[in-house]
């Protein structure tokens, strides 16, 4: 199966001579609402948890606008830089990213059970999540030199073998951790790449077996830990154990239907003020739009997921190289099964694995690594489509 042409491609503007005109300006807008939706919703759901903020109401309100402007520069900084060092700082990216997941093991911090993060100062940094965006673009890169050398082969073992070592020592270190959540996006986004890559159909049908058969041996071997296992039996029945494993989709679940079609109005949803819902800023924050803003405003939460995922499809099948049309589709990949993955263990159609929604729920981790993201889409929109400077 091949998806990726491998005919020449036509050259792409330098950064240097495009214009801000050329910006994918629904991505733009997209993101933007998301950013402030999910602002808003991390605010009524901390604004009365005393526990959390110690006595401000406004304090993880703070937090997340500055958050959202070290993103903001992040992504501008990303989108900016001549796309040539994009590639040849690729290699370093990647690196740093799988030296911060080593250190994590070392000297990380364990929270929920995982050991998942590094303090820095005062602030917590989780590398698995910076680490999505490093496989995607270290995967893109190697595909890329390599087709690029061999006009009209395509996709051979020898690239999916590479491409698979290069996601590999990540995926290694992230189940270390453990980190179910991060580790079922990333395969999910790994499997996306391979695909959109050209990867044949003989290694993508070995990978879902190999991945199936995987889980059965984690299961067996006890390399997950029993909370984890505990959550995917709550999963297949929520009243095996509802003040247990299954007490977090029951709450979420009773959230979510308390909104109805326009909602119980923001700071004011009977489960949010409450505090009934765990984690509920961070890996539960669909909740708080379900149950404030309704059907009406979830809705329109998802619509404006759908619109970045759009975006970053559209980016890649206009991108002017391989390079470019690999990272935005294994960036809309990873965004597109990590909102399914949140919002559906919201819903109770998924597993609970603890994984944020991307641009909306609180932390910087997850929101730097996206607007990273997001500045990558915008570099490669802007060297392929932008207006040239004569």
Not at 15 to 28: E, Q
Not at 66 to 73: L, Q, Y
């Amino acid at each position: 199966m091949t998806i990726l042409s491998t005919r020449p491609v036509r050259p792409g503007p330098t950064t240097s001579s495009l214009r801000a005109p050329g910006l994918d300006w629904l991505l733009v807008l997209a993101a933007t609402a998301l950013v402030a939706m999910g602002s808003l919703l991390v605010w009524s759901a901390t604004s009365t948890r005393a526990d959390l903020t110690g006595g401000d109401p406004n304090a993880y309100l703070r937090k997340q606008l500055v958050n959202v402007a070290i993103g903001v520069v992040l992504m501008v900084a990303v989108m900016a830089v001549d796309h040539r060092w994009v590639r040849i700082l690729a290699p370093l990216a990647y690196l740093a990213s799988v030296g911060g997941l080593v250190m994590v093991l070392v000297a990380g911090s364990t929270i929920n059970g995982s050991r998942s993060w590094l303090q820095v100062g005062g602030m917590s940094i989780q590398p698995s999540e910076f680490a999505k965006l490093a496989v995607v673009i270290g995967m893109a890169l190697v595909v890329a030199e390599r087709t690029e050398r061999r006009w009209g082969r395509g996709v051979g073992s020898l690239e999916v073998v590479a491409m698979l070592a290069i996601a590999g020592i990540p995926a290694a270190l992230i189940l270390l951790q453990p980190d179910l959540g991060t580790m079922l996006v990333l395969s999910a986004t790994v499997f996306g790449v391979l695909a959109v890559a050209g990867a044949g159909r003989r290694w993508l049908a070995g990978l879902t077996l190999g991945a199936v058969a995987g889980a059965a041996v984690a299961v067996s071997a006890g390399v997950l830990k029993p909370y984890q296992v505990d959550r995917f039996l709550a999963f297949t029945n929520p009243d095996l154990d509802p003040r247990g494993a299954g007490y977090n989709v029951e709450q979420a679940r009773i959230a979510v239907g308390n909104g109805g079609l326009l909602g119980q109005g923001l700071f004011d949803g009977s489960q949010t003020r409450s505090g009934f819902v765990p984690e509920q800023h961070t890996d539960f924050i669909f909740t708080v739009a379900g149950e404030e803003l309704g059907l009406v405003g979830a809705g329109l939460l998802i619509l404006l997921l759908a619109v970045v995922i759009w975006r970053a499809l559209a980016i890649s099948a206009q991108a002017g190289d391989l390079f470019g049309r690999v990272a935005a589709a294994g960036i809309a990949c990873w965004f597109g099964f990590q909102a399914f993955q949140n919002i559906g263990m919201c819903l109770g159609i998924m597993p609970v694995t603890g994984v944020p929604l991307p641009f909306v729920s609180y932390g910087g981790s997850s929101l730097f690594a996206g607007m990273l993201a997001l500045g990558l889409l915008q570099n490669i929109h802007l060297r392929s489509s932008g207006p040239v400077r004569r």
